[in-house]
């Protein structure tokens, strides 16, 4: 069966960083492109970053551009989203979409 496991989340000061993980099975993750999503209490769904099959393209959301970077290691068939700089305005839970399925979501909260 397909299963996607979101993993990573935690809680940060201002400043700090995380590496979130998704860890796919169940299909040939590595043809298909992936792509974090986070949305926070009271707010839309919002694209966070999207990455192809083949890793040779990337897509940030303009509030996360120059701070977040989305890779995958096909061979483990895991996809990953490294957070630095955080700030408050990140606080969220983070959801890897891939082949059409959701990770159960990651809760990351910046504060102090």
């Known amino acids: 069966q397909v299963q996607l496991v979101d993993s990573g989340g935690g809680l940060v000061q201002p400043g700090g960083s995380l590496r979130l993980s998704c860890a796919a099975s169940g299909f040939t993750f590595s043809i298909y492109d992936i792509t974090w999503y986070r949305q926070a209490p009271g707010k839309e769904r919002e694209l966070v970053a999207r990455?192809?099959?083949?890793?040779?393209?990337?897509t940030y959301a303009d509030s996360v551009r120059g701070r977040f970077t989305i890779s995958r290691d096909n061979a483990k068939n895991t996809a990953y989203l490294q957070m630095n700089g955080l700030v408050p305005e990140d606080t969220a839970v983070y959801y890897c979409?891939?082949?059409?399925?959701w990770g159960q979501g990651t809760q990351v909260t910046v504060s102090s």
């Open positions: 979409y891939v082949y059409n399925k």
């Open positions: 990455i192809t099959s083949r890793g040779g393209r990337t």
